[in-house]
T-cell receptor
């Protein structure tokens, strides 16, 4: 079973920031937080990951709380093409099995 | 272009007729994995491979076989498909040092009648 908790759905207006929360209160000290998204039955797409510092790449930013029990994925300027299911996953780098939960369905409105 | 290629994309078959879904990656990745996705159950790992000739079971291996004879290929074999294997299948690959950053194929939608 997935060890993370995410809201089932969220809405966002096009052009606005989308902030997707994730709770991972049982995360171990050496486990990372990974974010993926899946656009309508396509293959999941890696977005970003982090351990304890905030991270940013060309797709998104990841904010991890100091106690590492939760994180927020930020899409700074959401577009209609960002409508997807977003998955927050915790895991150690030596593993490889991604345990996908139900994720958050993000709908970006015009 | 770096990619994971699955074939076929769509397949309808009948119970008991052996089939193979191919998966190939061009990124020289050591780690490869198969998942199935079913409504309400999310993605579940079927089998994975750490490298050539090294494979192991995931969470739902029953009814499936895999092989890893070459680094780039990781076929999924259904020796005797049954209707409960009707599903959306994804192959993924990653570098051995970053196993959780996986690149997924476009998926194979399988229907077993």
């Amino acid at each position: 079973d997935a060890k993370t908790t995410q809201p089932p759905s969220m809405d966002c207006a096009e052009g606005r920031a989308a902030n997707l929360p994730c709770n991972h209160s049982t995360i171990s000290g050496n486990e990372y937080v990974y974010w993926y998204r899946q656009i309508h039955s396509q293959g999941p797409q890696y977005i970003i990951h982090g351990l304890k510092n905030n991270e940013t790449n060309e797709m998104a930013s990841l904010i991890i709380t100091e106690d590492r029990k939760s994180s927020t994925l930020i899409l700074p300027h959401a577009t209609l093409r960002d409508t997807a299911v977003y998955y927050c996953i915790e895991g150690g780098t030596s593993y490889g099995k991604l345990t996908f939960g139900q994720g958050t369905i993000l709908t970006v409105h015009p | 272009e770096a990619q994971v290629t699955q074939n076929p994309r769509y397949l309808i078959t009948v119970t008991g007729k052996k089939l193979t879904v191919t998966c190939s990656q061009n990124m020289n990745h050591e780690y490869m994995s198969w998942y199935r996705q079913d409504p309400g159950l999310g993605l579940r790992q079927i089998y994975y491979s750490m490298n050539v000739e090294v494979t192991d079971k995931g969470d739902v291996p029953e009814g499936y076989k895999v092989s890893r004879k070459e680094k780039r290929n990781f076929p999924l074999i259904l020796e005797s498909p049954s209707p409960n294997q009707t599903s959306l299948y994804f192959c993924a690959s990653s570098l051995g040092v970053a196993k959780n950053i996986q690149y997924f194929g476009a998926g194979t939608r399988l229907s077993v009648l």
